[in-house]
T-cell receptor, first 115, second 114 residues
Framework: DTEVTQTPKHLVMGMTNKKSLKCEQHMGHRAMYWYKQKAKKPPELMFVYSYEKLSINESVPSRFSPECPNSSLLNLHLHALQPEDSALYLC??????????????FGSGTQLSVL | DQQVKQNSPSLSVQEGRISILNCDYTNSMFDYFLWYKKYPAEGPTFLISISSIKDKNEDGRFTVFLNKSAKHLSLHIVPSQPGDSAVYFCAASGYGGSQGNLIFGKGTKLSVKP
């Protein structure tokens, strides 16, 4: 199994809603990532978890709250989002949070629209 | 300021010919470069990588060339096939640390025409 599974594939939410994005991998990877990608822009790193501990937070607003319940699961909790947060949210995993060249395995993403 | 630049948003190539995708970077601390390929409605998938201690890496139809002095790398696909039509992202990592943070370019959309 070399897949990273993300649910839901599409999500529409209002600015007052609370929702969660889910990500799962069964490759035994110990590093998991959230990236955000806006149209015609490159993916931008949001958070990195290593061995279920938050390792990197790229100055993401607190309306995005990550959670890593176990080594296979990664959640992104959303609350009071703004329309400009509409984007494709990509989850990825890698064997370890090692140095350069660490190969990432990406999920197919959740396309989020905030109304 | 973008540290990884892919200046061609799109490229169209005839099937069987060579596709050359270019990428420039500004940060001399980068020491590993990767190419990812992305189909619509799917996440990026790893294609090929190169360490800064090399100037060429080949894997089947895909070859990546690195010119450190010019801070430039390119991906060659020979021969190009219609199934290669996708968006190609160049990515760089390094900083000498262990963050594993990839910096992506904006991508180049490759169209291979039959």
């Amino acid at each position: 199994d070399t897949e990273v599974t993300q649910t839901p594939k599409h999500l529409v939410m209002g600015m007052t809603n609370k929702k969660s994005l889910k990500c799962e991998q069964h490759m035994g990877h110990r590093a998991m990532y959230w990236y955000k990608q806006k149209a015609k822009k490159p993916p931008e790193l949001m958070f990195v978890y290593s061995y279920e501990k938050l390792s990197i937070n790229e100055s993401v607003p607190s309306r995005f709250s990550p959670e890593c319940p176990n080594s296979s699961l990664l959640n992104l909790h959303l609350h009071a989002l703004q329309p400009e947060d509409s984007a494709l949210y990509l989850c990825a995993s890698s064997q370890e949070l090692r140095g350069p060249g660490e190969k990432l395995f990406f999920g197919s993403g959740t396309q989020l629209s905030v109304l | 300021d973008q540290q990884v630049k892919q200046n061609s948003p799109s490229l169209s190539v005839q099937e069987g010919r060579i596709s050359i995708l270019n990428c420039d970077y500004t940060n001399s601390m980068f020491d590993y470069f990767l190419w990812y390929k992305k189909y619509p409605a799917e996440g990026p998938t790893f294609l090929i990588s190169i360490s800064s201690i090399k100037d060429k890496n080949e894997d089947g139809r895909f070859t990546v060339f690195l010119n450190k002095s010019a801070k430039h790398l390119s991906l060659h696909i020979v021969p190009s096939q219609p199934g290669d039509s996708a968006v190609y992202f160049c990515a760089a990592s390094g900083y000498g640390g262990s963050q594993g943070n990839l910096i992506f370019g904006k991508g180049t959309k490759l169209s291979v025409k039959p």
